[in-house]
């Protein structure tokens, strides 16, 4: 049973930062991208980060450039997201995915259950 478990969500003001984890379990990530997608009501999930297994490669999308960065620890099959001068644009759920580089940020197999994130003006 894969498992994708986040942590780190909640309120925070208008300029302020989160910290996401997402823990991976049930099988071996090696090889695998991990990353973040994010959803708000009535809208498409879309990626806003992701990283390829070695660490070389990342991915964000253009509204949070400069304001977000991802990692990942491979020995602990954990990826973080660290989200800085947050926006009240940013209010969504926040989702952890995994999956081959090519689809991890279009398609991607594996889905955590999502953690809140609201940033309040």
């Known amino acids: 049973q894969v498992q994708l478990a986040e942590s780190g969500g909640g309120l925070v003001q208008a300029g302020g930062s989160l910290r996401l984890s997402c823990a991976a379990s049930?099988?071996?990530?090696?090889?695998?991208?991990m990353g973040w997608f994010r959803q708000t009501p009535g809208k498409e999930r879309e990626p806003v980060a992701a990283?390829?297994?070695?660490?070389?490669?990342?991915y964000y999308r253009a509204s949070v450039k400069g304001r977000f960065t991802i990692a990942r620890d491979n020995a602990k099959n954990t990826v973080y997201l660290q989200m800085n001068s947050l926006k009240p644009e940013d209010t969504a759920v926040y989702y952890c995915v995994a999956d081959l580089w090519e689809v991890v940020i279009t398609r991607p197999k594996y889905w955590g259950q999502g953690t809140q994130v609201t940033v309040s003006s």
């Open positions: 990283m390829d297994w070695s660490g070389g490669v990342t």
């Open positions: 049930g099988r071996t990530f090696s090889g695998y991208g």
